[in-house]
């Protein structure tokens, strides 16, 4: 078990282009979660899915915003037409039906 | 949104002292957890406390919680330099976590 990945750690990007993260879960969780953490916040949610399908999104998950989970296993979150509000620590986690929650280590946007 | 408020924001002191540090939320809750984070990295989670217990430890934590109040404590006793980091509570509607805004606790050694 080699927990929660996440890629790229870093990414830097000017506004108006789109970007890409990656979140390995643990491979035996069926649930994955997406949040988001701003300078001296904490953790804010954006969305899970068990397995494939996406239970839930967050009001802050604007239509620029999209998230994946195709074959239950990885998921990707993409950020269209990236703006400086959207720099941010993107966070991802996993859990067993609930039970467990782990959390990758993050990717950190900077929109420039 | 976050779902309360940590207090304090901060917090320094010298090693081998005790550090709180108090949550409140605003909704009915099943369990509220504990977590932390050292600096630009993922989050460790720390102690789950349900709705119906009202103390729990575990090593050099002890965690509390009135609902009644709808609050938290944290206590770390005999701090350490390595215990550095943002805590944080979580309360767990619906399965997706909502965080608070954490205390930054800062161990001099």
């Known amino acids: 078990d080699t927990g929660v990945s996440q890629n790229p750690r870093h990414k830097i990007t000017k506004r108006g282009q789109n970007v890409t993260f990656r979140c390995d879960p643990i491979?035996?969780?069926?649930?994955l979660y997406w949040y988001r953490q701003t300078l001296g916040q904490g953790p804010e949610f954006l969305t899970y899915f068990q397995n494939e399908a996406q239970l839930e999104k967050s009001r802050l998950l604007s239509d620029r915003f999209s998230a994946e989970r195709p074959k239950g296993s990885f998921s990707t979150l993409e950020i269209q037409r990236t703006e400086q509000g959207d720099s941010a620590m993107y966070l991802c986690a996993s859990s067993q039906q609930g039970r467990d929650r782990k959390f990758g280590p993050g990717t950190r946007l900077t929109v420039t | 949104s976050q779902q309360g408020e940590e207090d304090p924001q901060a917090l320094s002191i010298q090693e081998g002292e005790n550090a709180t540090m108090n949550c409140s939320y605003k909704?009915?809750?099943?369990?509220l957890q504990w977590y932390r984070q050292n600096s630009g990295r993922g989050l460790v989670h720390l102690i789950l406390i349900r709705s119906n217990e009202r103390e729990k430890h575990s090593g050099r934590l002890r965690v509390t919680l009135d609902t009644s109040k709808k609050s938290s404590s944290l206590l770390i006793t005999a701090s350490r330099a390595a215990d550095t980091a943002s805590y944080f509570c979580?309360?767990?509607?619906?399965?997706?976590?909502?965080f608070g805004t954490g205390t930054r606790l800062q161990v001099f050694p």
């Open positions: 979580a309360t767990d509607p619906t399965d997706k976590l909502i």
């Open positions: 491979s035996e969780h069926n649930r």
């Open positions: 909704t009915s809750i099943n369990n």
